[in-house]
């Protein structure tokens, strides 16, 4: 029987057009001034760049399978690589009572988003990923979601857009309320760090209002980010469990491995090594920083995968989404942000 994998041949000449799309998203990045690329992502060029390039015109059929690569094996390989960026030391640092708040915010945001999404009638899959990207840490756990719930590339590329914006929104806000509101550093580095989507964002926001308020912000977002591969794997069973009750019962194993996919084990896997000191052991046994190395790869990895992204993302089938989801977006973020105030009134700024 033939192998279904495609020949590198094959895979090239898509795969070349989305590295070209990726490095040009960071050069058109790198010429941003400084406050408004700490906004802006590197993520969200290659979506808009690629979509202008993928719909121009019709792309050349024996692109196709490079593109598909990039956007499925590449952000497979860069969701593993992303483990090295993530320490469970990172949970138990800031402390329990601001655990606390980031569960019960993620868990808000992301039932709000599936809720609005049924009255407003938009697609599950969409909305799972606006929530779990304005709940965990923005784009990133966007591209790490998508392929546990087969979403779709307009999809991914709508939610990305979504929590772009909206983020955004919240570095150019959020200073300006907190000012207005006379919160402390500590009131203000835990409203943004639980509530602001990007980890680059929350930084941006962070030291926008001061040094102290700025690296608290840091330290809980870190703690939202070192919580992702759980949210996953949570979001993967309940896809997989939402599917076997719509279906006659099949493969345990084939449900189990819906619900934790080889890369979300290799991205646990990676984060235990790295919790462990295990890449701090091999930096030193060959002399470069192996977590670094592994992290800026993952990051090029990912700009490579929504490049393909926006290059397969066809505008018609976004225009008909229409404007429901960015909608849901605000509403969710919004919730989050107002819940987070109540939260820290109640309990108190988080202390790490």
């Excluded at 090594?273 to 977590?291: E, F, K, Y």
């Excluded at 090029?300 to 505008?315: K, P, Y």
Aim: aromatic letters at 8%; proline letters at 4%.
């Amino acid at each position: 029987m033939p192998s279904q994998s495609p020949r590198l041949v094959d895979v090239l000449p898509g795969l070349a057009l989305a590295v070209l799309v990726g490095l040009s998203a960071r050069v058109v990045h790198n010429y941003l001034p400084t406050q408004l690329a700490s906004a802006l992502g590197e993520v969200i060029f290659a979506v808009l760049i690629g979509l202008i390039v993928g719909n121009i015109g019709p792309l050349p059929l024996t692109l196709a399978p490079g593109i598909r690569f990039s956007f499925q094996t590449v952000l497979r390989a860069a969701i593993v690589l992303l483990g090295a960026a993530f320490s469970f030391q990172q949970v138990l640092a800031i402390g329990g009572k601001a655990v606390g708040m980031i569960v019960i915010l993620m868990s808000l945001a992301l039932t709000a988003a599936h809720l609005l999404s049924r009255l407003a009638g938009v697609p599950g899959r969409l909305a799972t990923l606006i929530g779990v990207g304005t709940a965990v840490c923005g784009n990133s756990a966007i591209v790490a979601t998508a392929p546990v719930i087969r979403a779709r590339d307009e999809e991914v590329s709508f939610a990305v857009a979504t929590n772009t914006l909206f983020g955004t929104l919240a570095v150019l806000l959020y200073p300006v309320i907190g000012r207005l509101l006379h919160f402390g550093d500590a009131q203000f580095g835990t409203w943004v760090g639980t509530a602001v989507n990007d980890t680059s964002q929350v930084v941006a926001a962070g030291f926008a209002y001061s040094d102290a308020a700025g690296r608290l912000a840091t330290a809980v977002k870190l703690t939202r980010n070192a919580l992702m591969g759980l949210v996953i794997v949570g979001v993967g069973l309940a896809y997989a469990r939402a599917g076997a009750a719509t279906k006659a019962p099949g493969d345990g194993w084939a449900r189990f491995q819906q619900s934790f996919p080889l890369f979300v084990i290799g991205f646990l896997a990676m984060a235990l090594v790295n919790s462990l000191g295990g890449l701090r052991w091999l930096s030193g046994v060959i002399g470069h920083d192996v977590g670094s190395i592994l992290r800026e790869t993952s990051r090029a990895m990912i700009l490579v995968a929504l490049a393909g992204v926006g290059l397969s993302t066809r505008l018609q089938a976004m225009r008909r989404t229409g404007w429901k989801p960015f909608a849901i977006g605000f509403a969710v973020a919004a919730l989050t942000s107002g819940a987070s105030l109540l939260l820290i009134h109640f309990l108190g700024p988080a202390s790490g």
